[in-house]
Structure formats: C-alpha cells, structure tokens
Nanobody
Framework: DVQLVESGGGSVQAGGSLRLSCVLSGYIHRRVCMSWFRQTPGKEREGVVSFDGIGRTEYADSVKGRFTISQDNAKHIMNLQMNSLKPEDTAMYYC???????????????????????WGQGTQVTVS
C-alpha cells in the first residue's frame, strides 16, 4: 500500500535548475528516513542526499552546494532542488525510504540502496 512517486524530471541546459518532488502515500505506522538516488545505465545506483527524518541531511560530495532538499508542512512531500546542473548529473533519479528500525536516523553519511525498503518509479533528468 505504501508508495513513493517522483515527478519533475526533464531536460535542461548546463547551469540550469530543476526541482524534483517525491510524494509518500499509504499508511506507515512508524517514521522513515528518505533519500534521493540516481543511476545511469550500466552503473551502480548512488545516493545523492539522505534525510534522517529528524533534522539531519547528508549530501554526496558531487552535489554539495548545488542540491538541497525541503519538505512541505505535513512532511508528505520531499523536494530536491537542483541548481547549477552539470552534464554528469544526467541520470534517472529515484526517491526511497527506510524505516527508523534500520538505524538510518543514526547514520552520518548518505545512505546506500541496500538500506532502503520503498522505492519510487524514477524520473529522468537530462543535462546538456
């Protein structure tokens, strides 16, 4: 019943900006950490940014200073604001969630795909 749905992908020129959104729906009886990942064909899925569900956000070195996340008041939507986009940012972007029981809220680095339980369908970002 739980689902994550991403939106906002598209094609932009280098140096441009794009905002992705991830909507969490369905009943979850305990709190979760949430992350954005990205993947290109033939490559491993890599973490972009993780939010511990409390107040700490960790960004991958490759996006620090350019990407930021935010939530709406109800905390049902997580946005990824991407600025100063580079061609190497081109990828399929996914949002994902992990239960607090995994200990994700105690991490001090970007979470890995193996840490996540729920995944969105992905949204394509192309930078030229």
């Amino acid at each position: 019943d739980v689902q994550l749905v991403e939106s906002g992908g598209g094609s932009v020129q280098a140096g441009g900006s794009l905002r992705l959104s991830c909507v969490l729906s369905g009943y979850i009886h305990r709190r979760v950490c949430m992350s954005w990942f990205r993947q290109t064909p033939g490559k491993e899925r890599e973490g972009v940014v993780s939010f511990d569900g409390i107040g700490r956000t960790e960004y991958a070195d490759s996006v620090k200073g350019r990407f930021t996340i935010s939530q709406d008041n109800a905390k049902h939507i997580m946005n990824l604001q991407m600025n100063s986009l580079k061609p190497e940012d081109t990828a399929m972007y996914y949002c994902a969630a992990a239960h607090f029981s995994t200990g994700c809220y105690q991490r001090r680095h970007v979470l890995g795909p193996e840490d996540m339980k729920y995944w969105g369908q992905g949204t394509q970002v192309t930078v030229s």
